[in-house]
């Protein structure tokens, strides 16, 4: 297969991967991106599309379905190139790049590599049930992308921490009937939420039974009904869907075989630039460590900004380059077509 060159390649199509195809155009660079998933937006498409972030700059309360409209619409006048269904499998270092193919036999030639990868391949954590295969994606889901299929739904929420009682609270109002299903009293989930739920139990909004998963009632991938244990006894929930929050696992996969230096699954970078151990090589958003890092979506546009600025260096290394705001950029006049810069 014949090579597709590029001056940057972005590895994840989430929050800090988008951002950085902007930051990257705002100094001349472009960028092809390629994402495991079927789509852009990361976790906030694939775990909480419509579920309220709060602390984005400038946006007091935005879903991460809107939050990654906006951010293809802002990174649109760069042109990105988008692969999805794409793993990145191996990195070779060329004289003047690098190389990176993917599982499906595409090569990237591009002169720096930017990982933006999040926690890498998302996979939910599955209990040990017996035929669970079976009723996967048909009656049994591991995340919610759009609600109105769950209206008038028999639903069993199982699970304690956010995502468990977020959309057992978002989902009670339009579901026939609501089960939060959880092992113990307590939750690992905020406070506020715990409350608010303990508040739609007692309203009889919602219902609450400690437990744990034990099998499946059905046939044919249509779910009758979960059964669960607590205390010594097995008893059964009426349900027709079940959602499963029991926590999720992301993988680096090949990537961590790529020669960076890691700490505790993450790649460590430097912060003046966020670029890895392997020169050209940048890792933002999730994926990154150093001292003081915080998993923030606004942590990772940060991380983009200024990756952008040493990144620009390895594309043009003969120009000679000056920080330039947005404001007065000829890169942003030309690519909106402005009559002045501004």
């Known amino acids: 297969m014949a090579e597709i060159e590029t001056q940057a390649l972005i590895i994840g199509a989430g929050p800090a991967g988008l951002f950085a195809v902007f930051e990257l ?18 976790q906030c498409m694939e775990l909480y599309p419509d579920k309220p972030i709060f602390d984005i700059p400038a946006q007091p309360r935005i879903t991460g379905r809107e939050l990654t409209e906006r951010l293809l619409e802002q990174c649109a006048p760069f042109e990105p190139v988008f692969h999805f269904n ?14 990176v193919s993917t599982a499906s036999g595409k090569r990237f030639s591009a002169k720096v590599v930017v990982v933006a990868a999040g926690g890498g391949a998302i996979v939910p954590k599955r209990p040990p ?5 079976e009723f996967e994606e048909k009656s049994v889901f591991y995340a919610v992308r759009e609600k109105e299929p769950f209206r008038d739904k028999r639903i069993v929420v ?18 026939e009937r609501l089960t939060l299903l959880h092992r113990r009293e307590e939750f690992r989930a905020a406070p506020a939420s715990v409350a608010k739920m303990r508040r739609m139990v007692e309203a009889g909004e919602m219902e609450f039974r400690l437990g744990q998963i034990s099998g499946l009632v059905g046939e044919n991938g249509k779910l009758e009904a979960v059964q669960a244990r607590h205390a010594g006894e097995t008893f059964e929930i009426p349900a027709d869907t079940l959602l499963l929050f029991f926590g999720l696992a992301g993988r680096l996969g090949p990537i961590e075989k790529w020669g960076f230096e890691m700490k505790g699954g993450q790649i460590v970078v430097e912060t003046s630039a966020f670029e890895t151990s392997i020169p050209g090589v940048f890792a933002i958003g999730d994926v990154c460590t150093y001292p003081g890092k915080l998993k923030l979506i606004l942590s990772g546009f940060h991380e983009a900004a200024l990756m952008a600025h040493k990144a620009v260096t390895y594309v043009y290394p003969d120009r000679h380059y000056t920080f330039t705001h947005s404001t007065s950029s000829e890169i942003i006049a030309e690519k909106l077509h402005l009559g002045e810069k501004g």
């Open 25 to 42: 155009g705002m100094v001349g660079v472009s960028a092809h991106v390629i994402d495991i998933l079927p789509r852009a937006g990361g």
């Open 86 to 99: 794409e793993a990145a499998q191996t990195l070779e270092r060329e004289s003047d790049g690098f190389i």
């Open 129 to 133: 049930l017996k035929r669970l295969e």
């Open 158 to 175: 199982a699970g304690g921490g956010d995502s468990a009682l977020d959309w057992a609270i978002e989902l009670a109002p339009i579901a």
